[in-house]
Every structure is written in structure tokens, then in C-alpha cells.
């Protein structure tokens, strides 16, 4: 047992030997149990090969050991002087050596591979090329054995030298959008400078090479794209937005799908200019060189549909879901400056009203129907018209009318779409169509109320009524959670859920009266009106209450 016990202090002390320590990024210290950093003047040095540097420069960096000390593990990094974030980039030119991610960010810093004991290592650190820069240091904790080691060993002071983030002019819209610029923006044609809340890009194109702006609003990032279709995935992107240490920084990606983008290397970008006003008015520019490339193809075409995105980025930098979105509503040749872009609404008006329909059909039309059908039998029995009972001409009109409803936004909705476009939703209102129609068809067949197999239609014409239900209602959150795809409270659902509960409380009220009748009581009295007549008004009410909300909902997205 003592054996295992000491194996097991072992194994925390040099937990590290493979250099993988990206989680004490922050603090540099080694996790080597109660031992403490050395205070001493430590017997290690890190030079570096300059005095000063500036955007995109390489420096080389030393860690060396003084004649008869040696050392087994490292960390390396770069900071601005009073910083705790590590900046740049590093390549490893040592066997000795690797390259770690801190805060998200790779190649942030630099630490051994094995616990063998080394007297110098050397690696390569070049600078950012964009954000807010100053004077750095590099700082070293060099671990001698497990419970000797130094952390924060600093290299003399680089003094920067560069223009750091040379402010980009606020990008005007007029003159030179529709002149020397494709613009595109939301709302069509704001002007930046005026407006805050606009969302804006031009390019500019001088033969290979693109001149590119960006501005919006944004907790994070904003990114502007070239793409083949209106939809996400096989984008070319570039991204504007903050890093960990909250300075801005320009980035190359391309799109897959609704999932974070691939970043890429830089490129051949330069002349890069930002600004952030008020600490979330994004305004970028830069010149590309680099070939648009949407993966689907890369030629010489100069059309695409252009993108707009924004949203916020996370504590390390990574762009997170984007909020905002706007995609042209035509493709824009990006060497023709005079044509007009303007921007694709997201919901056109017969997607709208697909969404409006359903809903009528479904919470309101539809559940009061199966509602009376189900309750209300016994109200203003043996009254009614054409010899049918009140009660059922109400509800065969009721159902007819959510049926049609259906059928309209179903043929809506298909007629704008013309193919099949993915995902549950089209799929749940597909199944919900089918059984519609079903349901009155069965109902026509039907055998007379005292037929021996009656109950054989009750209980198809329940079950089908039940599914339609279901089905529906998971249509509506699905359909609901595509109008609030980018947005971060996500009302709509919220309020549907509020109908879910609403309408199973009326059902549960329902049944206890239903029970207490057979009884001959009443869950409650409410004088010469049925209890079950109350309860479907308060359920009317209550309906029309989160009806209208969801329809106001719809009609603003």
C-alpha cells in the first residue's frame, strides 16, 4: 500500500514530463503539488535577437542555462509588458520543443516534449499583424526538477516600433459605393457614418488584388462572405473580431454549414486597419490578394452573393453563432460597381403567412374543435341543424376549416420552396398533411353510432386526431425555431410552450368535470352555464392571447 501511495505522488509531480501543459497558460506555474516557485535569481536566461519589432516581425528567441545547470521542462510565451494574455505566434526549431494552444488560440506558446535534461532551447515568435500593440516581453518558467523551478523568467524589454492598428477611416457609403465600390449593407443603402446600426461591406478591385471593408455592431465579431447560393457552407469569409485580449484581429475562413468556420492561414492580406468605437462598433479594412475560393470552385468568376454576420465570440476569441445575418438578394459581379445590392429578405411574405396559417389551423381552430368533440356533447343536445347536434356541425366546421387552412400553407410553402429543403420541420408538416386528409375520409366511412364495430372508428378517429395533435405541435416549435434561428431569447418558443401548457391545464380541468359529472357533481357551479362551457371560453381567451403574440411574432421576423 505505501508503495502504491508513493507511485501515486509520483504520478502527480510529473504529471507534465510530456510537456502538455496549456492549462496553466494563465499562471505558468507548475502543477508540482504543495512546492513552490524559487525566489532566487534563477540560473536560466531568455534573450532575444532584437530590441524592438513591429507587425508581422520574427523574432528568435533563447532559453539558455548557466555552465553546470540544466533544466528538464519549460514554458515559453510572449506578452505585452503588465499583460497576462500571451500574443503572437511561435514555430519550434528544437526536436526539444513543441507548440501549445492557450486561452483557444494555437501556437500561443512553447514547452518541452520530454523531461530529458536540456541546457538551450531556441524558437521563432512573429508578431500579429493587426490590434492594439505595444512593448512586449517574453517570459520563461524553467523547471530544474520537481520541486525546483522558477516561473515568469523575463527577456529584456522589445520595444514596439510599428503604427499599431492604424485606425481604418470610418467606411463612407456615398460617393464611392455604386463608383469604385460594391457596397452592400442592412438596412439597403444606410451610410455608416450616420448610422450605428447599420451592417456594411465594399469591395473594391484593382486587377488580383481586393480592397475590403467591414463594419457593424457587434459583442464579438463581424464577418463579411462570398458565396455561390443564399445559404451557409462553402463560403469564402473573412472575420473581423475581438481575440482574447479584446483587440481586434483579422481572420480567413471558410464556411461549413451551420457549424464554426474553418480558420485559415492569413494569406496574402496586408495593409490591415481597424477600429473599435464604444466597445462593440466593429469597423475593419484590409487588402486581399488571396483567390476566392467557395470549395465548390475556385475560378476567375467575379460573382457572388455577399454575406453579412455578426454575433459575439467567447473569453478565448472564438466566434460563437452569429445573430445577425443578411445575404444579398442577387449576385453582385465584385468588378461592375455601378449595379444596385440589395438585401434578400430572410422571410419573404408567403413564408409568413405558411406560418401564420399553421398556427390558426392548429392552436386555435383545430384545438377547439377536438375540444368541443371531446367536452362538449351535452351542450345544446338534440339542437342543432340539418338533424346533426350543435356540437358536431361545430366541430366538422371547425376541423373542415383547419384542414383547408393546412392544405393552403402546405401548397404555399411548397410553391415558393419548389424542393425539399431538409430538417424536421418539413418533414413534421408533410406527416400532418397526409394524416388532414386522412382524418375526413375516415369520417365519411364511418358505420351508425350503435353499429357492433363503432368503437373500431372511435378509436382510429381518436388516434389519428391525437397524432395530428403531436405532430403538429412539434411542426409549430420546429417551424418557430426557424424564425428565431438567430435570435438569443427565443421568445416565440417560449410563448408556444406557454399555449402547450395552457392547453393541457384546460384538458386536465376538462377531464376532472367530465368525471365529476358521471358522478352526477360538478367540479364547480357557475349558475344556469355548463362548467364545460366556461372552461372552453377561458381556453378561447387564454388562445387568442397567445395566438396574437405569435402572429405579431411572425410578422416582425
Known amino acids: 500500500m505505501f508503495l502504491y501511495v508513493l507511485l501515486c505522488c509520483v504520478g502527480v509531480v510529473r504529471c507534465y514530463g510530456n510537456g502538455l501543459v496549456s492549462s496553466v497558460c494563465g499562471s505558468m506555474k507548475p502543477n508540482h503539488g504543495s512546492n513552490s516557485a524559487q525566489t532566487s535569481t534563477a540560473p536560466f536566461t531568455v534573450t532575444a535577437d532584437n530590441t524592438a519589432f513591429k507587425e508581422g516581425d520574427q523574432i528568435t528567441v533563447l532559453l539558455n542555462s548557466q555552465p553546470g545547470d540544466q533544466f528538464e521542462g519549460f514554458m515559453l510565451q510572449a506578452r505585452q509588458v503588465g499583460s497576462t494574455t500571451s500574443i503572437g ?17 494555437a501556437s500561443r506558446a512553447v514547452s518541452h516534449t520530454s523531461d530529458t535534461k536540456k541546457s538551450s ?33 523575463k527577456s529584456s524589454t522589445l520595444a514596439y516600433t510599428g503604427t499599431s492598428a492604424t485606425a481604418a477611416p470610418t467606411v463612407p457609403s456615398n460617393p464611392d459605393c455604386g463608383k469604385t465600390k460594391v457596397c452592400f449593407s442592412h438596412p439597403s443603402s444606410c451610410d455608416p457614418t450616420a448610422n ?93 490578394r488571396n483567390a476566392i475560393s467557395t470549395r465548390s470552385r475556385a475560378t476567375s468568376t467575379s460573382e457572388y452573393y455577399l454575406m453579412i454576420a455578426a454575433g459575439p465570440s467567447n473569453s478565448q476569441g472564438n466566434i460563437q453563432i452569429h445573430t445577425k445575418k443578411y445575404v444579398s438578394s442577387t449576385k453582385a459581379n465584385l468588378q461592375d460597381p455601378s449595379q444596385v445590392v440589395t438585401s434578400a429578405e430572410e422571410f419573404p411574405a408567403i413564408v409568413k403567412a405558411h406560418g401564420c396559417l399553421m398556427l390558426i389551423s392548429w392552436m386555435t381552430t383545430g384545438s ?85 364495430r363503432r368503437f373500431v372508428f372511435n378509436w382510429a378517429h381518436s388516434f389519428i386526431a391525437l397524432a395530428i395533435k403531436g405532430l403538429a405541435v412539434a411542426a409549430i416549435f420546429t417551424g418557430l425555431a426557424l424564425f428565431e434561428e438567430y435570435e438569443e431569447d427565443g421568445w416565440m418558443l417560449k410563448v408556444m410552450g406557454g399555449f402547450v401548457a395552457w392547453e393541457a391545464l384546460i384538458y386536465v380541468l376538462q377531464d376532472l368535470n367530465l368525471r365529476a359529472k358521471r358522478k352526477d357533481s360538478a367540479i364547480c357551479s357557475f349558475g344556469s352555464m355548463r362548467p364545460e362551457t366556461v372552461l372552453l371560453v377561458l381556453f378561447l381567451l387564454g388562445n387568442l392571447a397567445f395566438l396574437i403574440a405569435l402572429l405579431v411574432g411572425i410578422g416582425r421576423s
Request: with cysteine; net charge negative; glycine share 10%.
Open 121 to 153: 532551447i531556441q524558437a521563432k515568435w512573429t508578431a500579429p499583424t493587426s490590434g492594439q500593440l505595444g512593448d512586449i516581453e517574453f517570459r520563461a518558467t524553467f523547471v530544474k526538477t520537481a520541486s525546483t523551478f522558477w516561473v515568469g523568467v
Open 89 to 105: 505566434t511561435f514555430n519550434v526549431v528544437d526536436s526539444n520543443a513543441q507548440l501549445l494552444s492557450c486561452n483557444g488560440a
Open 196 to 288: 450605428t446600426g447599420c451592417y456594411f461591406m465594399a469591395v473594391q478591385t484593382n486587377q488580383s488584388e481586393m480592397r475590403i471593408e467591414m463594419f457593424g455592431q457587434a459583442d464579438g465579431y463581424v464577418a463579411i462572405g462570398f458565396s455561390d447560393d443564399q445559404e451557409m457552407g462553402n463560403d469564402d469569409i473573412y472575420i473581423c473580431g475581438k481575440d482574447s485580449s479584446g483587440n481586434l484581429q483579422v481572420q480567413h475562413a471558410i464556411s461549413t454549414g451551420k457549424t464554426a468556420p474553418t480558420i485559415l492561414s492569413l494569406g496574402n492580406v496586408t495593409d490591415i486597419k481597424t477600429t473599435l468605437m464604444n466597445g462593440n462598433t466593429i469597423n475593419c479594412s484590409f487588402t486581399s
Open 368 to 452: 377547439i374543435g377536438m375540444l368541443i368533440a371531446r367536452y362538449l356533447k351535452g351542450v345544446a343536445k338534440d339542437h342543432g341543424c340539418c338533424g346533426k347536434d350543435f356540437w358536431f356541425m361545430a366541430h366538422v366546421s371547425l376541423m373542415a376549416l383547419s384542414v383547408t387552412a393546412t392544405a393552403i400553407a402546405f401548397i404555399l410553402v411548397f410553391s415558393y420552396a419548389r424542393d425539399w429543403s431538409g430538417g424536421a420541420h418539413p418533414v413534421l408538416g408533410c406527416l400532418v398533411m397526409i394524416l388532414s386528409l386522412i382524418q375526413p375520409i375516415v369520417a365519411a366511412f364511418r358505420c351508425e353510432p350503435n353499429h357492433e
